[in-house]
T-cell receptor, first 111, second 114 residues
């Protein structure tokens, strides 16, 4: 089955800095890669996703890059703000298969 | 956008009692819903896939008789934790797919068993 590794487990940055979270996956058939943000005591919320036919996708301060050859994808957050503090999960899936999640990254943005 | 509603958001019960958690897709139909369990500071663990009109599919290691799942309609799935014990205390989250691939999560239900 699919295996998703996520690094780092914790990330502390100063407000305004950029944050990068990286994930690798094992199943070359995976073609959908979402990122979720989970605030304390809440369910995960989809913040951005990318499909295998695209190498990069941006949405304001958030961007995701995908390298299918190397089987890794990354989340980039620019100009971080304290409200970006949360746990971020990457995931991978094939078509309608269930998502396999990474272990999560706790991002702390200090004012 | 697509919304998945989960109720209750938190529940406290005595050991030995049963607790039901509801998951509803508010503006779309979901023939399949997914139930996850999350321990503090850990990732989401898929417990089972709920199928409308048929039996749920449980992941390895998940007790079917402990975690009863019913998918009674295209917009409602329920998870019943039977004879709950303190070790069942956890954060339970449901999800559904409003479209291809995309998975939308509910807000989660915090269960505390005393």
């Amino acid at each position: 089955g699919e295996n998703v590794e996520q690094h780092p487990s914790t990330l502390s940055v100063q407000e305004g800095d950029s944050a990068v979270i990286k994930c690798t996956y094992s199943d070359s058939a995976s073609n959908y890669f979402p990122w979720y943000k989970q605030e304390l005591g809440k369910g995960p919320q989809l913040i951005i996703d990318i499909r295998s036919n695209v190498g990069e996708k941006k949405d304001q301060r958030i961007a995701v890059t995908l390298n299918k050859t190397a089987k890794h994808f990354s989340l980039h957050i620019t100009e971080t703000q304290p409200e970006d503090s949360a746990v971020y999960f990457c995931a991978a899936s094939t078509g309608y298969s269930t998502l396999t999640f990474g272990k999560g990254t706790m991002l702390l943005v200090s004012p | 956008g697509a919304v998945v509603s989960q109720h209750p958001s938190w529940v406290i019960c005595k050991s030995g009692t049963s607790v039901k958690i509801e998951c509803r897709s508010l503006d779309f139909q979901a023939t399949t819903m997914f139930w996850y369990r999350q321990f503090p500071k850990q990732s989401l663990m898929l417990m089972a896939t709920s199928n409308e009109g048929s039996k749920a599919t449980y992941e390895q290691g998940v007790e079917k008789d402990k975690f009863l799942i019913n998918h009674a309609s295209l917009t409602l799935s329920t998870l019943t934790v039977t004879s709950a014990h303190p070790e069942d205390s956890s954060f339970y989250i449901c999800s559904a797919r409003p479209g291809a691939n995309v998975l939308t999560f509910g807000a989660g239900s915090r269960l505390t068993v005393l």
